[in-house]
């Protein structure tokens, strides 16, 4: 469990740029479930997480993205920190990544300081509605 790491939180979307004043533009913001027209299908996903840390900084944090089906993915992260007055935050961009659905079930994003110990911090459901104008391809 993050003791010293506190997510502050944690969005799903399917890109971020960053701009010049090192602002991120979060697009393709998934505000509910995730819909698809068809199964199995390839959505585009990235993770923005603000992560408050108490301590000693760990020198890196570790990203696990699965579901729903049997992949999964661990990035590995190396922290830079934003110090502002006592707390120490970090903010976490993922690149976009195509993610094969392979069924309906739930998209899940874990994060820890080591890959053994990683805490929940998003989930999205993911459901098959082809009639929806919003659904992912």
């Given at each position: ?53 108490k ?17 999964q ?31 309906e ?33």
């Amino acid at each position: 469990m993050m003791k010293k790491l506190k997510v502050k939180n944690a969005i799903f979307c399917e890109d971020i740029r960053e701009e010049k004043s090192n602002k991120h533009i979060l697009i393709g913001v998934f505000s509910g479930g995730v819909n698809v027209v068809k199964i199995p299908a390839t959505i585009k996903v990235a993770v923005y997480a603000q992560i408050e840390i108490k301590g000693d900084v760990p020198k890196e944090i570790f990203i696990k993205f699965s579901g729903p089906g049997k992949g999964q993915a661990i990035l590995k992260v190396e922290v830079v920190v934003d110090e502002t007055e006592s707390q120490k935050y970090v903010t976490i961009a993922t690149s976009s990544f195509g993610v094969n659905i392979e069924k309906e079930g739930i998209l899940r994003v874990e994060m820890g300081e080591a890959e053994d110990k990683l805490q929940l911090v998003l989930e999205k459901s993911v459901n098959l509605n082809p009639d929806s104008p919003t659904s992912a391809s």
